[in-house]
């Protein structure tokens, strides 16, 4: 019996659909995308159309000539990529190999769903369509724009700053708004108040803790101590009386659903789970979980979406669960809906259980550590979405103190009480900071009325400084991106991990630091390129991609608008962009060693300081403040003094491989260095998150190979919680292959089944089958040449370089 062929991105995806359509249809999988733009040349013809020539991806020949004897042999061929812009591409070019020379047969449709259920996989393969090309054409030409930004200013960077880097249409743009953050900090004066707080005593407890709001009805500001002591002075002799009580009801209401970029924030704040992990995750959880005699079942609706609407039958079904859990007083007359964000896609649904009856507690034996972690959240924060309002009684108390000198102050003390938990019996957002809200809920206050006199027991002044804005973590980045049009949050966490794989910024405390490599990159694109990298204009080039999709801007006319700019930067740059490589930047120094003047240049680990008599001079030392900082620094006043233990000459920084250190300045007659003074142990920081077997909270620590999460109950409980790269065991099939360090600090791949697998690797494993010998996974070898995938098979020499894909 002819069979109808159908074709997804992944094995996982395939088993969960195969088994809802039954014999009658053969479930194949492409392993992601077939084509794409050669890696070797620029591959974008700009005099014509700036039409792509694309290719059939290394390694994928095998798979294509599989699938076209599929289709030859079927008598109808469904693509069933992801239903977005990267599944529509897929499908468009399997559709393209698949038609090659076969006269239109078999017929080639495409189905969309946003959920792999019964129900979906039903409707979809009942109402086929075509491949939409409007999607297809704005995925180009995200593509083809990324190409030209990447292809044409890399090479700029090679040639002015250092080999390897990247620049990137969106990338760069992140960036900047960490370096912009970064110099606001750095300029930021802090500002010194004070505040008062008055401890009084009502006729029944709890003791009320006010603050100083005004005098004389005018707000009061407390700029030193001089005026707090003299404020202090006044009130302590004062007479307090309330002067009035307010009590009101405050709603609090349920957050919506989750979106890409609010489940990958949430994520951030409550499980520590980086964007990349976030995604990988619930990309299994949407394509299918083994669920016993269940089978394979998708978890969740599709990931990448930016909708908030959700379908009547789930709106129907969580009502139904609520009624049943929680009671009526839960479950609102009717059913919560949320309006999305103006140029929200409305085709795809909120991320949300594809059935709230199937509570965490039933599928925790069949997911993995995280994977139940995350589905617990999305669960959670859909099924409160749909739940009443949470009731707080806020109270206000005004009190008056009347000084002896007849002046008249004015004190207040909010608190708030939860009268009716909600939604909050559920869930409860994630805050990147507190707010006036949670100091609220601290205070309870005690029963009293207007013209009570209260009973002065002590007051509090104390010294505060202003802050600057705070880095950006994950969370706040993501959250940043998205409310200025940056990007779409299925491109964050490859835009996250390019920007730390680059070394452009590192993670201290689980914010960003922009490097000084990162800041001098930035420096020079914003120089010659700041209406291509300005924020306003990055998001103009998102609208007008979805203007595409929605067949309202042709493809060609929004690249030309946009390299008619580009063309004209670029064609300037080449001409005036400052040579960071070849920069001498004058200091006032002198060489100590043959007199000379000693400037600043650029080498392998950043700037540092030369003597301009080299290759005569050899003596250097390090620049301790940034490059793009170096104007506003005094040269001179660098470090302490710090004097050679072995010949008593002075030391001085130096930067190499693994970071700073002191070297004699009477080298090479004396080789002596020491390691920087060892920085201020970092106090543990603890998590939410329970270790699995004490049961006490996890903590990130810092050991001498950096940080690290760990049991809280250390040397009680000896668990170390190790870093998955997001790829199964190829031995046990069953387990996770996590990131380990051996004693001296190397590090080394292995199995989390261990000891029950043994699966041991000093190179990262890839999940990527070797096209020659059918091996079941490559591993990443750093030669001199560059990164490279290689098989792991000592018998075959399969080898292919490694490039990232430029974004």
Request: proline share 6%.
């Amino acid at each position: 019996m002819t069979k109808s062929l159908v074709i997804v991105e992944s094995p996982a995806k395939a088993k969960t659909i195969g088994k809802y359509l039954g014999r009658q249809f053969a479930v194949k999988a492409s392993l992601g995308h077939v084509k794409d733009l050669p890696k070797k040349d620029l591959a974008v013809d700009i005099e014509n159309g700036f039409e792509p020539t694309y290719e059939v991806i290394e390694g994928k020949k095998k798979l294509i000539q599989e699938l076209r004897q599929a289709a030859k042999a079927s008598d109808a061929v469904y693509l069933a990529a992801d239903p977005d812009r990267e599944g529509e591409a897929i499908c468009a070019h399997l559709a393209e190999e698949l038609r090659a020379k076969k006269n239109g047969k078999p017929p080639i449709f495409r189905v969309m769903f946003n959920e792999i259920t019964q129900n979906a996989i039903r409707r979809a393969f009942e109402h086929p369509a075509q491949v939409n090309q409007n999607l297809v054409d704005a995925q180009q030409a995200r593509r083809v724009l990324d190409r030209l930004v990447g292809y044409k200013i890399s090479p700029l960077l090679w040639d002015k700053v250092r080999r390897g880097l990247s620049a990137g249409r969106v990338q760069t743009v992140a960036l900047r708004l960490i370096v912009e953050r970064e110099r606001l900090i750095r300029a930021f004066q802090k500002r010194e108040y004070w505040t008062i707080d008055a401890h009084l005593a009502a006729h029944k407890p709890p003791e009320i803790v006010a603050r100083l709001m005004k005098r004389d009805g005018e707000t009061i500001e407390i700029p030193d101590q001089k005026t707090a002591d003299s404020l202090t002075s006044a009130l302590t002799g004062a007479a307090y009386t309330v002067k009035s009580v307010e009590t009101k009801e405050k709603k609090r209401n349920p957050v919506p659903p989750f979106i890409t970029s609010t489940l990958q924030q949430e994520a951030s704040r409550k499980l520590r789970f980086s964007v990349k992990r976030t995604m990988m995750l619930a990309q299994r959880l949407y394509e299918g979980i083994e669920l016993g005699k269940e089978g394979s079942a998708g978890l969740i609706t599709y990931m990448r979406t930016d909708s908030v609407r959700v379908s009547a039958e789930a709106l129907t079904e969580a009502r139904q669960l609520i009624a049943e859990r929680f009671g009526s007083q839960y479950l609102p007359e009717s059913p919560n809906f949320y309006r999305g964000k103006k140029d929200a896609q409305d085709a795809h649904e909120a991320i949300r259980p594809t059935s709230a009856l199937r509570t965490p507690e039933s599928v925790a034996k069949h997911l993995g550590e995280d994977e139940l972690k995350l589905y617990r959240l999305i669960w959670m924060r859909f099924v409160a979405s749909q739940m009443m309002p949470a009731v707080f009684l806020q109270t206000t108390l005004d009190i008056d103190a009347r000084s002896g000198d007849g002046r008249l102050y004015t004190l207040r003390e909010t608190g708030s009480v939860l009268k009716f938990d909600g939604f909050r019996a559920v869930y409860e957002e994630g805050k990147d900071q507190k707010d006036e809200e949670d100091e609220e809920l601290k205070h309870r206050l005690p029963a009293v009325s207007e013209g009570e006199t209260l009973k002065f027991k002590k007051l509090t002044p104390e010294q505060h400084f202003t802050e600057p804005p705070p880095r950006f973590t994950e969370a706040t980045l993501v959250k940043q991106l998205e409310a200025d049009g940056i990007g779409r949050p299925s491109t964050y966490a490859s835009i996250l991990s390019t920007i730390q794989d680059r070394e452009y910024v590192k993670r201290e405390g689980g914010r960003f630091v922009p490097t000084e490599l990162g800041m001098v990159v930035t420096d020079l694109l914003i120089e010659s390129f700041d209406d291509i990298f300005d924020v306003t204009y990055t998001a103009r080039m998102e609208e007008a991609l979805d203007e595409i999709e929605e067949g309202q801007l042709s493809w060609q006319t929004a690249l030309a608008e946009f390299y008619g700019k580009f063309a004209a930067d670029l064609s300037r740059a080449e001409v005036h962009m400052t040579d960071i490589k070849r920069m001498e930047k004058p200091t006032d120094l002198t060489c100590d060693k043959c007199g000379k003047p000693m400037v600043i240049k650029w080498g392998r680990h950043g700037s540092f300081i030369a003597c301009s008599g080299y290759p005569d001079c050899t003596n250097t030392r390090e620049l301790t403040v940034d490059l793009p900082d170096v104007d506003n620094a005094d040269l001179a006043e660098q470090g302490g003094e710090e004097y050679c233990p072995n010949c008593g000459r002075p030391m001085v920084l130096k930067k190499g491989r693994f970071g700073q250190f002191f070297a004699c300045t009477g080298y090479p007659d004396c080789k002596t260095t020491k390691p920087v003074g060892s920085p201020e142990k970092k106090a543990d920081v603890p998590l939410d998150e329970k270790c699995p077997q004490c049961g006490h909270n996890l903590v990130v620590k810092h050991g001498r190979f950096g940080e690290f999460t760990a049991c809280g109950n250390y040397p009680k409980c000896k668990y170390v919680k190790h870093k998955t790269i997001g790829v199964a065991c190829p031995v046990c099939k069953q387990g996770e292959i996590v990131e380990r360090r051996s004693k001296r600090g190397k590090t080394f791949y292995g199995c989390n089944r261990y000891p029950d697998c043994d699966f041991v690797a000093w190179a990262r494993p890839v999940a990527e089958a070797c096209p020659q010998c059918q091996s079941p996974y490559l591993v990443e070898k750093r030669l001199k040449a560059g990164p490279v995938l290689q098989c792991v098979n000592p018998e075959c020499k399969f080898k292919k370089a490694l490039v990232p894909a430029v974004r």
